[in-house]
């Protein structure tokens, strides 16, 4: 599994208890718990901060976690208070680059280009939903980028299927749909087009999950930059942005956020930053957003 590649030359650019019958305090420890997991998912506080065991958080399975944007993902759903199930080509590799110690992070052997059934048993049957961050690295093979962006994201998807996963994210591109954009002579276009035809492969790779029947979010990012966040994110409707860029770290946040707004499901969202752009809050964002 590959590291994901961006579009670097775009410019502008988470009580105490008293004695009472069996039947109240189960209802009670169950209230309790119900709690405690939505204070780690969803930022809620809840009196005492008990330290919440690896089952009571929700598992995302993260493709292409060693990647420059797959790392952040990772860090930030553990901030999150998620636990983490890091797909990898290179477990050693994953160890020096992923945080270590971390009772939360499980790393696993995990080739989207060896089809869905291995697939199937790295991602098991605890993960809640998957986020796919993967993209080919470049090399004489041109057809790597349909095994990866088309293919990869093929098998992630029938292996959710599979194992009845109903939540995937995609990290995909803006210009995937260019042509039909009318910039089919955007410089960033043809020379990624150039590269095995990059974006018509994750183009169509998003076609399929939209297919799927799976409930989906596809993150369009401009260019990706690996310096912090300068400005505030812009969301618009899918095919709509052409230049622009945005730091990895926001790219993150989005898919991140994306887990805890149902306003984000069944839709293609488009980012950029902007540092005449307002603050928006993400419920703001996704909502903005259209459903297709």
């Known amino acids: 599994m590959a590291t994901a590649t961006g579009l670097f030359f775009l410019r502008t650019s988470a009580f105490s208890f008293t004695s009472k019958p069996q039947h109240v305090t189960l209802f009670d420890n169950k209230i309790h718990s119900f709690r405690l997991r939505a204070a780690n998912v969803e930022g809620s506080e809840v009196e005492g901060k008990e330290e919440v065991g690896i089952s009571e958080k929700r598992k995302i399975f993260v493709a292409g976690a060693t990647g420059s944007t797959g790392k952040r993902i990772v860090e930030q759903l553990l901030a999150k208070g998620f636990a983490v199930k890091a797909g990898v080509l290179d477990i050693d590799k994953a160890k020096s680059t992923l945080p270590g110690q971390n009772p939360h992070l499980q790393i696993v052997k995990a080739d989207v280009t060896e089809g869905s059934a291995r697939l199937t048993d790295a991602i098991g049957n605890d993960s809640d939903a998957v986020i796919c961050a993967t993209g080919f690295r470049r ?5 790597a980028p349909w095994k990866v962006d088309n293919f990869g994201t093929v098998n992630l998807v029938e292996a ?7 939540r995937f994210l995609l990290i995909s591109s ?10 089919l002579l955007n410089p960033a276009y043809v020379f990624l087009n150039v590269l095995g035809l990059t974006l018509i492969a994750k183009l169509q790779a998003e076609q399929y999950i939209r297919k799927s029947g799976i409930n989906y979010t596809i993150i369009r990012p401009g260019g990706l930059r690996n310096d912090p966040p300068q400005g505030n994110i812009i969301m618009e409707q899918e095919d709509t942005l052409y230049e622009g860029s945005i730091s990895r770290d926001q790219v993150a946040e989005v898919a991140v956020e994306a887990l805890l707004y149902p306003e984000s499901h069944y839709k293609v969202v488009e980012i950029v930053a902007r540092t005449d752009a307002p603050k928006r809050s993400f419920k703001e964002l996704f909502g903005s957003i259209k459903q297709h």
């Not at 090399?139 to 057809?143: A, G, R």
């Not at 803006?174 to 009318?182: C, F, P, S």
């Open 139 to 143: 090399s004489l093979d041109f057809l």
């Open 160 to 166: 959710c299927r599979t194992l009845g996963v109903k």
């Open 174 to 183: 803006i210009l995937v749909n260019g042509a039909a954009m009318g910039q």
